[in-house]
């Protein structure tokens, strides 16, 4: 069954607390050649198949449900097994 994958991720302009918690801990341990860490979210949707119907469903669903629009970005809709794969949104 293909699957389609939603990544979201906070705004660029907003802080990302998460993120710099673990940039903080990559530091603490040593890891310092990493300045910066920003922290999403990954949906993997499994589907019976994958027409446009569906690509627009999903997207409709990461732009309403799976994200929230005030703090995050959807950035991108992968359908590996479509003429949408790669499509970033």
Not at 12 to 24: E, F, I, S, T
Not at 27 to 38: E, N
């Amino acid at each position: 069954m293909p699957t389609i994958v939603v990544e979201v991720m906070p705004k660029a302009v907003l802080l990302d607390p998460q993120g710099k918690a673990v940039a903080g801990a990559l530091a603490r341990l040593g890891k310092s050649k990493f300045t910066d860490v920003r922290v999403g979210k990954r949906f993997e949707i499994t589907v019976d198949e994958v027409t446009d119907e569906v690509i627009a469903d999903v997207r409709e669903l990461a732009e309403t449900m799976l994200s929230n629009s005030v703090i995050e970005d959807v950035v991108s809709i992968t359908a590996p097994e479509s003429l949408a794969a790669g499509e970033t949104h």
